[in-house]
């Protein structure tokens, strides 16, 4: 009724398109799930705790993200937290670069795949967080979820700033899907011959494209 409603009042003039759009986007936000606003877990960046500071830094300088999740195990489904880059750049100025990453870790919000992007909302204003972990039903990850995610969500716009390589990264995870999807059919072709590990294609992307 309210959808209805705001749809009447934008064509009698009482509301310009935009904001009917809003107050759409507002009404069903309630529906909406954590698997369906993250970011996929091929295009998020993650770094080993195990790693040093002045080593994270030097093959990466130009990481664009303020937040990077951490994990052990030489596994992204053992995500152990997160680690700020305003952070790490004070540990380098201090000294403190042989240190390892986990030094500087943060914990980070942990939530199922079917959880309610409202009540997540209400999690990080709570405890003042900015990013959780989605996990799938056997504990790995499936993504990643912002504060950026739920606000782009609710206002029906992508948030673009200046370092973003790509607007929707659920989009370029998609891209990525299809184009391994694409290369292992050529791999199987008749004319392939045999297929070995080192013949498959990378399901990563290189740090200048994705993360949260």
Same mark, same amino acid.
């Given at each position: 009724d309210f959808l209805a409603m705001a749809e009447l009042g934008e064509q009698e003039g009482v509301f310009d398109a935009e904001e009917s759009q809003m107050i759409g986007h507002?009404?069903?936000?309630?529906?909406v799930? /954590?698997?369906d606003v993250m970011t996929p877990r091929t295009v998020v960046s993650a770094a080993p705790e195990e790693q040093t500071i002045e080593s994270y830094y030097?093959? #990466? *300088? =130009?990481?664009?993200?303020? =937040?990077?999740?951490?994990?052990?195990?030489?596994?992204? #489904?053992?995500?152990?937290?997160?680690?700020? *880059?305003? #952070?790490?750049?004070?540990?380098?100025?201090?000294?403190?670069? %042989?240190?390892? $990453?986990?030094?500087?870790?943060? @914990?980070?919000? /942990?939530?199922? %795949?079917?959880?309610?992007?409202t009540d997540l909302f209400s999690t990080f204003m709570a405890r003042k967080e900015h990013i959780a972990v989605v996990l799938d039903d056997f504990g790995g990850m499936a993504g990643i979820v912002t504060m950026e995610d739920i606000i782009e969500t609710l206002?029906?716009?992508?948030?673009? @700033? %200046?370092? #973003? /390589?790509t607007s929707d990264m659920r989009i370029l995870a998609q891209r990525?899907? %299809? =184009?391994?999807? *694409?290369?292992?059919?050529? $791999? /199987?072709?008749?004319?392939a011959g045999p297929m070995s590990n080192a013949d498959l294609p990378d399901t990563e992307i290189g740090k200048d494209e994705g993360n949260i």
């Open positions: 507002l009404i069903r936000f309630q529906g799930q /954590a698997r030097s093959n #990466d *300088k =130009r990481q664009h993200f303020s =937040r990077l999740p951490t994990y052990h195990a030489g596994s992204k #489904d053992h995500i152990t937290g997160y680690v700020l *880059k305003s #952070d790490v750049l004070v540990a380098l100025i201090e000294g403190r670069g %042989e240190e390892e $990453l986990g030094a500087l870790r943060r @914990d980070i919000i /942990a939530v199922n %795949e079917r959880h309610p992007i206002l029906g716009l992508e948030i673009v @700033d %200046e370092t #973003d /390589a990525h899907r %299809e =184009r391994r999807a *694409k290369s292992l059919q050529e $791999l /199987a072709a008749p004319s």
